[in-house]
């Protein structure tokens, strides 16, 4: 028999571990991703990693737990969809914090994504806007708090039975909105009852990726939308909405609004958590 090398036992150790933290089987998962993922969970201490809760067109989320019992959403970009890297040309063209970019191969596409998604979760978190918290970001990977219970997330909006669809859930998120606009100086784009989750009967925005700075060129047009998006919603349930033209014109009242206020370069310079 050959004889193995003294760190033998050691590395089969690490890879056991390994894959016991990922018990799933996730054929999506390619190897590089899943070596990335063993880096993020040594980083937040995480002991186990569940199966898939959502494979949407971007992205996969994954409930993970780490050793004090805590739950993280975990959302994994594909990294090799035609869909994701026209999506990421689309949305961050013409958004001056990514200018910089180098946009020729998919994998830095799709990492630049992740970082966008995680960027815009931090300047709404920090302006008091109710979404997850960001933790880290790494390559395609990103990790925020878990809404929900124990790895059982919350409903959508959508998914809530109809007496739990009130008027101050309505308002709540036109709160959440404003502090979007006026506070992180950011529009959501793609607001709708599938993109925010109802804990504790309080409502969470997420889905964060495509969201860009009110200075750009199409943001009031995306925020028009999400705003009649959320109007429709509650219409229909038999709420009663406020207009969209007033609603928009009290909330950018300002008619300077349009760079919101802001310089290029007022950006936070703070490390956003990326491990390098
Ligand atoms: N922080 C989170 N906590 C619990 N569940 C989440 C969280 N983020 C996303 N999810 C679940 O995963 C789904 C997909 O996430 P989302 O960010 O909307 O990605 P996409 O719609 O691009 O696939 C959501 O609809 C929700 O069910
Ligand atoms: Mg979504």
């Known amino acids: 028999m050959p004889k193995r090398p003294p760190d033998f036992k050691k590395k ?22 899943f070596n990335n993922l063993m880096i993020v969970s040594r980083k937040l201490n995480l002991e186990e990693i569940f199966g898939s809760i959502s494979s949407g067109k971007e992205a996969k989320i994954y409930p993970g737990k780490d050793s004090k019992g805590k739950f993280y959403a975990i959302k994994i970009f594909y990294v090799s969809t035609a869909q994701s890297k026209r999506a990421v040309q689309k949305y961050t063209k013409g958004d001056y914090r990514f200018e910089e970019a180098k946009t020729g191969n998919t994998r830095s596409l ?79 784009g793609d607001l709708s009852e599938y993109n925010i989750l109802v804990f504790d009967n309080l409502p969470y925005i997420i889905d964060v990726s495509q969201s860009t700075p009110l200075e750009n060129e199409n943001s009031i047009e995306m925020l028009r ?28 009242g300002d008619p300077n609004v ?7 370069n007022s950006g936070s310079q703070q490390d956003y958590s990326e491990i390098k």
Not at 23 to 32: A, G, L, R
Not at 225 to 252: C, H, M, P, W
């Open 12 to 33: 089969e150790e690490k890879r056991r571990k390994d894959e016991d933290l990922f018990k799933v089987v996730d054929s999506t998962i390619d190897y590089t991703t």
């Open 110 to 188: 799709i990492e630049l994504w992740t970082k966008k998604e995680f960027r815009n979760l931090r300047e709404m978190y920090d302006a008091k806007v109710r979404v997850p918290e960001p933790y880290i970001f790494y390559k395609n990977i990103l990790v925020m708090d878990f809404i929900g219970d124990n790895g059982i997330r919350a409903p959508l909006l959508r998914e809530l039975p109809e007496d739990e669809i009130t008027e101050s859930m309505y308002l709540d998120i036109l709160e959440q909105i404003t502090k979007m606009v006026r506070g992180a100086k950011l529009v959501h």
């Open 225 to 252: 939308k999400d705003v009649e998006n959320i109007n429709r919603f509650f219409a229909d349930r038999g709420i009663e909405v406020q207009e969209t033209n007033s609603f928009l014109s009290n909330l950018l």
């Open 258 to 264: 349009h760079n919101g206020g802001r310089s290029k």
